[in-house]
T-cell receptor
C-alpha cells in the first residue's frame, strides 16, 4: 500500500536553512510533490520532482530525491518568517490519486 | 481569477442531520476530488471524479456521497453525519491526467459534528 512519512515538527532560526524529510513506499510514483499550507488556507503546490531526477532547484528551494532509499527532502535556504507553514510531501499513485504525508509544521523563530 | 470555491467555510451541526458541502471550479477541469485533513494523518482522499457522471471511491469513502452532474460542481454529501466526521475538508480540481501536476485546492470547510 501507499505510505508517506514525514516528521511532524521543525523549528528553525530565521536566516538558517530548513530541511524537511520524507519517505515514501510506492517505487512506481511518477512525480513527488511538496505542498505548503499557510494558516487558514488550502494547500498550494510548492514544487515537484519527476521520478527520473535526483535534484531540482527553484530559487530558495532545493528538492533532493533518492529513489533507492525512497527518500525525498525539501531544503529552504535563508528561511523567512513567511515560510512558517505546514509542508506536505505527496507521491502520485496514478493519474487520479495522490498519497500525502501527515505534514511537517515549520516554525521560524527570530 | 482561477479558483476553487467551497461553501460553507465553517459548519457546526448535530449527529444525523444531512448536510451538503458545495465545491465549484471555474477552470473547466475534468478532475475533482475531496479530501479530509486530520491532525497527524495528513490529507486522505474521500472521493474523486474523472469527469461528469464519473466518480470513484478514494481511501475513506464511508459515510460520504458525491455527485458530478456538471463539470464545474462536485458536492460532498453527508447523509447522516457522525462525530468522527468532524474534520477539515478540501476540494481540489485539476486537468485530467498528468499525475495531478496542476491541482488547485479550495480554502477548506471546517466541519464540527456534535
Amino acid at each position: 500500500g501507499e505510505d508517506v512519512e514525514q516528521s511532524l515538527f521543525l523549528s528553525v532560526r530565521e536566516g538558517d536553512s530548513s530541511v524537511i524529510n520524507c519517505t515514501y513506499t510506492d517505487s512506481s510514483s511518477t512525480y513527488l510533490y511538496w505542498y505548503k499550507q499557510e494558516p487558514g488556507a488550502g494547500l498550494q503546490l510548492l514544487t515537484y520532482i519527476f521520478s527520473n531526477m535526483d535534484m531540482k532547484q527553484d530559487q530558495r528551494l532545493t528538492v533532493l530525491l533518492n529513489k533507492k532509499d525512497k527518500h525525498l527532502s525539501l531544503r529552504i535556504a535563508d528561511t523567512q518568517t513567511g515560510d512558517s507553514a505546514i509542508y506536505f510531501c505527496a507521491e502520485s499513485i496514478n493519474d487520479y490519486k495522490l498519497s500525502f504525508g501527515a505534514g511537517t509544521t515549520v516554525t521560524v523563530r527570530a | 481569477e482561477a479558483q476553487v470555491t467551497q461553501n460553507p467555510r465553517y459548519l457546526i451541526t448535530v449527529t444525523g442531520k444531512k448536510l451538503t458541502v458545495t465545491c465549484s471550479q471555474n477552470m473547466n477541469h475534468e478532475y475533482m476530488s475531496w479530501y479530509r485533513q486530520d491532525p497527524g494523518l495528513g490529507l486522505r482522499q474521500i472521493y474523486y471524479s474523472m469527469n461528469v457522471e464519473v466518480t470513484d471511491k478514494g481511501d475513506v469513502p464511508e459515510g460520504y456521497k458525491v455527485s458530478r452532474k456538471e463539470k464545474r460542481n462536485f458536492p460532498l454529501i453527508l447523509e447522516s453525519p457522525s462525530p468522527n466526521q468532524t474534520s477539515l475538508y478540501f476540494c481540489a480540481s485539476s486537468k485530467a491526467g498528468a499525475s495531478l501536476l496542476e491541482q488547485y485546492f479550495g480554502p477548506g470547510t471546517r466541519l464540527t459534528v456534535t
